[in-house]
């Protein structure tokens, strides 16, 4: 079993989830087991642990077990998340163009609208708490990127009824009686509420700008096959970008800013190449292809703070790893992201240097090595969408407000509630720069 006991200073700068698979894999290997109150987990680490579920995964593991407390609060029998083998992969291919990286392109002006018109609020002098500054800007964004319809006054609830499921049915790390609360079933209501507008707001409105989308895709499936998901399976995978992106794409926004604030050579770079791009002709060229600083300091940032450092499934069958039986049933937990911090993979590991994915290094690109979007046949479908997402999300930013740390003398410390975030990171505005509206401006 894994000793509790982890360095200090590592848990300082990777928090304690990240610190404690790369302490078990330092101190045990590539395979080890751990308890947590009366549940034991054998926990698969490193590069080969990545490479041998990536080969091996559709076959050896299972997600229904771990998710089923999730689904049962959420009323259904099955979510793309919680499935398994052939049927998670069809549910993968209904979904896949909704959440692509091109499903953003016709929206991207609007996207960065949304982050210019928040930042241009700002006063100069005003200080902001960078953890509440992101996820009303991502939840909007992800209303008008992925569902083609605003999130209005529902944010609230969404962001309640999301996190709470999380926190109590996946992550388990508050009390399950946190969702018999008042306020959370009023969430969870009005979140619902939401998904069967959006719904109405497709079948009564087929097409427009942006479409077709992840709800026609849904819906264009259920007309095939009625009994591809029940009406309340289709509200939550409506609800899904919310769910699973909203946290996990606004954090690392924060922490990304933290990585630019923190090194000004980059910053100056970024916020350059930011300038150049808006004042191009906005059929040139993609935000990934033309940001490539910003690119650069997001996979960085991924790779040092990963929100989603580990996969949980269940053994499907019987399997040998590195020289170990593991048999079927056993509470699995795939530790991906141990390799971003092994020197053999990424040299000066706790270095924040973007020129890691730049030719030649080109580090992110040893398989196995790189991923904070998880591996094998639960990779995030939303990968790239969260990306693009993140990309455009900063460039918006850089464009429209500086910011400085408050204190300029700021360190990083890292809580979990229950997703790694920055504790008590905080900005001041030292002045608004240019308006970002619905397309570029010179």
């Not at 949980?312 to 056993?330: D, I, L, M």
């Amino acid at each position: 079993m894994l000793s509790p006991r982890l360095d200090r200073e590592t848990v300082r700068r990777v928090g304690f989830i990240s610190a404690f698979f790369l302490e078990g894999y330092r101190t045990l290997g590539p395979i080890f087991r751990f308890r947590r109150g009366p549940q034991e987990f054998t926990v698969l680490a490193g590069r080969a642990a990545n490479l041998f579920v990536t080969r091996e995964g559709k076959r050896i593991i299972r997600a229904d077990d771990y998710r089923r407390d999730q689904n049962l609060e959420f009323g259904v029998d099955q979510t793309l998340v919680s499935l398994s083998g052939e049927e998670h992969l069809r549910h993968r291919r209904i979904q896949k163009r909704g959440y692509s990286r091109t499903a953003l392109d016709a929206r991207s002006g609007a996207l960065m609208a949304i982050v210019g018109a928040a930042a241009a609020r700002w006063a100069t002098g005003q200080r902001l708490h960078v953890r509440d500054v992101f996820p009303p800007i991502i939840a909007e964004q992800l209303g008008v990127g992925v569902l083609n319809y605003p999130l209005g006054d529902y944010f609230d609830d969404v962001t309640l009824f999301a996190r709470t499921v999380v926190a109590e049915t996946v992550a388990k790390t508050r009390p399950r009686s946190v969702i018999d609360t008042p306020e959370y079933e009023r969430a969870k209501t009005r979140s619902l509420e939401l998904a069967d507008k959006v719904i109405a707001a497709h079948r009564d409105e087929p097409g427009g700008p942006g479409r077709p989308d992840l709800v026609d895709d849904l819906l264009d499936a259920l007309a095939a096959d009625p009994t591809l998901m029940t009406p309340q399976e289709l509200r939550i995978a409506v609800l899904g970008g919310y769910i699973g992106g909203l946290d996990t794409v606004a954090y690392t926004c924060t922490f990304m800013l933290y990585c630019l604030l923190t090194h000004p050579e980059t910053l100056a770079r970024a916020t350059a190449e930011v300038d150049r791009f808006f004042a191009a002709d906005p059929a040139d060229t993609t935000p990934v292809s033309a940001l490539r600083t910003l690119h650069h300091t997001a996979l960085e940032t991924l790779r040092l703070y990963p929100l989603s450092g580990a996969i949980q499934a269940t053994a499907a069958v019987p399997f040998e790893f590195s020289g170990y039986h593991v048999p079927a049933g056993a509470d699995l937990i795939v530790a991906t992201t141990v390799p971003h911090f092994l020197p053999e993979h990424f040299p000066d590991p706790f270095t924040f240097d973007i020129e890691r994915y730049a030719p030649p290094r080109n580090e992110h690109h040893v398989e196995g090595a790189f991923a904070p979007f998880g591996i094998g046949p639960h990779l995030c479908l939303g990968a790239g969408m969260a990306e693009t997402l993140i990309i455009l999300t900063m460039a918006a930013l850089l464009r429209t407000v500086r910011l400085e740390l408050d204190p300029p003398d700021y360190e990083l410390e890292i809580e979990m509630i229950p997703v790694p975030v920055p504790k008590n990171f905080r900005v001041v505005v030292s002045g608004q720069r240019h308006a970002v509206s619905g397309g570029r401006q010179p």
